[in-house]
């Protein structure tokens, strides 16, 4: 895709696409949407995806992911929604994701995922939308999580 | 404060990656003086992937254009047709045979021009004039009409939007409108958006009914691409110095790392800007700025035996120490 890197948008949800999501996704680093959800990729969400730092909006709900959600995701100072429910995730929401400042919507319902809940999620100050249920997380939910005073539960 | 220096980071960092993608032909050509590390720092980027005076005398010409595709009712006695589209072809023989010379010798002069952008430099993995696979359906599609001549100069970007409709299963999809059309430029395809400069910046394509995968689309990055990408994730999640000592691990070979160490420091925590500067053949060199400190810069050499060298290749003079792994 190296002649698309002026691409700023990439929205191909709820179609078919399958496999794994390339690393070379990393290249798109002006993309400020990518919309992937309600496919059927699979395999592990790259790593490269901490390349794409314009991006504001990521979905990529509804999909076979498996194994870890990368910890580069917490590079996306810039993402406002990220959407990661419905995968066969498994582990623990990243520590990193406190890198996530600009966060206002985050979905994470129903994706394998245990542990605790970070108390860096507080450093997102305008998170308003927080959906984590049917995880197996334990432990309080991070008092950090008051300082975001929009935040309705 | 914080917040703000790992937005610099980040910033200085994506410049150089497009920079990287879109420039190493040239740099392949035009560089091959490995031993220079001081960097050019450049703020502009390419204003033309291919040679312009080439373009032009290619959309000056026209070929034989296909037939029209009729894909609820198709004609399977090719006969019929004068050019029988690709897709028609594919459809009921599963192969292409039917091409006219005036298509194929387009299509041989746009290969040996488009290829090398995507990063083919050795004999081309590149299916054959009769395969249905889309690298090769676009290309002959590229090669007929006026398909070549109705398009932007982004000759590439115009092969690569025919490639994605043939790989995601264009001709099924729910609404197609105006993707394949000769007559249009691709940012007139329908989901398709471009600026000014005629750059597709957007595909919108939720609930279209594409098929298909995004690996197959690996094919048209450069070589190294992803290997660079890697690097790259290692420096904004560890810092530059232990992904420079990361990059050497991953590597059988010896490997050298030359840290000077009065800016060891500098280097061990995330430096402010990272500056990608220059690239011959297999040699990358990445350079950093630290917040109050002089420059100081990292070359990565790849010898011909695959020997990686990374070193400080700081312009001014190195009092360095040396850390070699065996």
Redesign the interface.
Known sequence: MAVLTNLRGLRLKENKLTGELISELGLLTNLEELTLGFNEFIKPIPSEIGLLTELVTLNLEQNRFSGNIPTQMGLLSNLENLYLSKLLTRGSIPTQFGGLMALQTLQLFESGLDGKIPTELGNAMDLNRLDLKGNKLSGPLPSELGLATDLCK | MA?AI??MI??G??IP??WF??EQKDDDTTNNDSSSSAPKETDSGPSS?LDPEWVQSMQAREATPFDPYNKENPDCSLGNYVQPHVHLQCKCQETITIVADDIRELYQELKVELLP???YDGPLPFPDITSCDPRNTALLWMASGTATRSASP?L??RY?MAMLFDM?EGTGWDDNNGWYNDALEECQWLHV?C?EKK????????????????????F???HG??KI??L??EI??HGLCSAMIWFCNRNSHPCTVHIDPHRNSVLDRPARTLHYTKSFGKHYTYGTHAVDQPRAFIVIRQSNDGTHTIRDGSPYQSTGTTAQRK
């Open positions: 917040l790992c937005l980040l910033i960092i994506l990656i497009l993608t879109l992937r952008l995507f990063g982004l590439d970007q690569l995601w958006q600026n750059e597709v910046i957007s595909l919108a394509m939720d609930a279209t009914n594409l098929y298909g995968t995004v690996r197959s689309m690996s048209m990055m450069r691409a992803a990408l890697k790259l994730v904004l999640s």
